[in-house]
């Protein structure tokens, strides 16, 4: 740690002209309308540090605040309350150093307040938590972690993560990575593989909502085939029918899974049953060539589930109706 820079002047601050109309305290609180529009205007002069912006500082005289807001709705709308306090330097290089948020911007003004070694310490701390028991902390590290790597195009740290010893992270991993949207599609497919059915499944899940998203998946329909066909978790096979269901919808070829679909209509679950169904007729839909399924299909007409019996039906009537079938 070097030195910090010493707290600003306080009559330097009572006369700056960018944040005096700021006291010690600020707080504001809101009925349908933002708490932050209620607190003096020298708080939207303050620069915001770190996610969510917990911390503020003057760009004029450097004074810092520490920044807090609360949320909570009801049927008839929502309240907000915000607090400002003006905080001397040690409190706000405490308040950053506390933070488990990886943010550049952060990292920088830690520099500014004399810690030189900021980024090492809190991805070690981050790193630390992964292993913890405390499932919060865990989520807040996997975020932060990830948010770090991808902000900083590095996605050696983000494979780090995705080969971590714990299960449970790597299925935070992955569901962070698919909440955000930033579906890296080929690690999901690549983690179809994982040890852990939990994580598998996960990574499917992630295919199918990266699928829905209008992603495209063609790269892993044969990764997907071979899960349909051969994954031992009962709840992995009918995810990746899914995924695979999902693409043919929306135009993928995924006539190198019909093999394993047509097996998948025989299986003792029946929801893997009808997505496998789903999944044939999406592809007849597309003009996929199914002949090979029929027999399979037709079978189904008379199985005890009816979603299964609809979803065939409908299968059939979408292969007969582009004429692949030749019924
Ligand atoms: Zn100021």
Redesign the pocket.
Same mark, same amino acid.
């Given at each position: 740690m070097g030195t910090e820079p010493a707290d600003?002047d306080p009559a330097?601050?009572a006369d *700056?002209? %960018?944040?005096?109309d700021?006291g010690a305290h600020e707080y504001s609180s809101t009925r349908n309308a933002s708490a932050d529009d209620a607190l003096p205007p020298?708080f939207r002069?303050l620069a915001a540090i770190g996610r969510g912006g917990i911390l503020r500082r003057?760009?004029? *005289?450097? %004074?810092y605040f520490s920044y807090r807001r609360a949320y909570d709705s009801d049927l008839g709308g929502y309240d907000e309350e915000a607090w400002l306090d003006r905080i001397g330097s040690a409190e706000a290089r405490a308040c950053l150093l506390a933070s488990g948020d990886l943010s550049a911007d952060l990292i920088e003004e830690l520099r500014r307040l004399g810690v030189a070694d900021a980024l090492q310490g809190k991805l070690a701390s981050q790193m630390a938590a992964l292993q913890g028991d405390d499932k919060i902390a865990r989520h807040h590290a996997v975020s932060s972690l990830l948010a770090h790597y991808l902000g900083q195009g590095r996605l050696a740290g983000v494979d780090e993560l995705l080969a971590h010893p714990s299960p449970a992270v790597r299925r935070d991993v992955l569901y962070a990575l698919f909440a955000c949207g930033n579906h890296l599609i080929d690690r999901f497919g690549r983690m179809l593989a994982d040890v852990d059915p939990g994580v598998r499944n996960y990574a499917a899940w992630g295919l199918r909502s990266a699928a829905e998203g209008g992603k495209d998946v063609s790269g892993e329909v044969a990764r997907l085939a071979g899960v349909v066909g051969g994954d031992p978790d009962q709840d992995v096979r009918r995810q990746a029918a899914a995924v695979l269901a999902e693409a043919a919808a929306r135009g993928v070829d995924i006539s190198r899974a019909l093999a394993p679909l047509i097996s998948a209509l025989t299986s003792s679950a029946w929801s893997t049953r009808s997505t496998a169904a789903a999944a044939l007729g999406a592809a007849a839909a597309r003009g996929c060539d199914v002949r090979s399924a029929l027999p399979a299909l037709e079978a189904c007409l008379s199985d005890p589930d009816d979603t299964v019996r609809t979803r065939a039906a409908e299968a059939l009537r979408r292969a007969g109706q582009e004429g692949t079938a030749g019924r």
């Open positions: 600003v330097r601050a *700056c002209a %960018s944040c005096k700021l020298g002069r003057c760009p004029r *005289c450097n %004074s």
